[in-house]
């Protein structure tokens, strides 16, 4: 969007379906150089669509979760 030259990379994303949070790694994209903003073809997209409803994930992690209300923290 700002001009800036996309540089092909794998990034790690984050992808939040409802209360649901899935973590993708190695996936393709590009960077902008000039701003830093991240863009994934469709096709990847697309995959990640797929894994989410039919893959089988290669392992599991615990995510820490922490409410800023809860604790007192204005």
Same mark, same amino acid.
């Given at each position: 969007?700002?001009?800036? *030259? ?10 939040? =379906? ?9 996936? +393709? ?11 994934? *073809? ?10 989410? =409803? ?9 995510? +820490? ?10």
């Amino acid at each position: 969007v700002c001009g800036g *030259e996309l540089r092909p990379t794998a990034i790690t994303h984050e992808e939040r =379906r409802g209360t649901n949070f899935y973590l993708f790694q190695n996936v +393709p994209a590009q960077v902008c150089s000039a701003c830093g903003e991240v863009w994934i *073809e469709e096709a990847t997209l697309q995959k990640i669509d797929w894994l989410i =409803r039919e893959g089988e994930p290669i392992r599991k992690v615990e995510t +820490p979760v922490y409410d800023l209300a809860v604790a007192g923290v204005k």
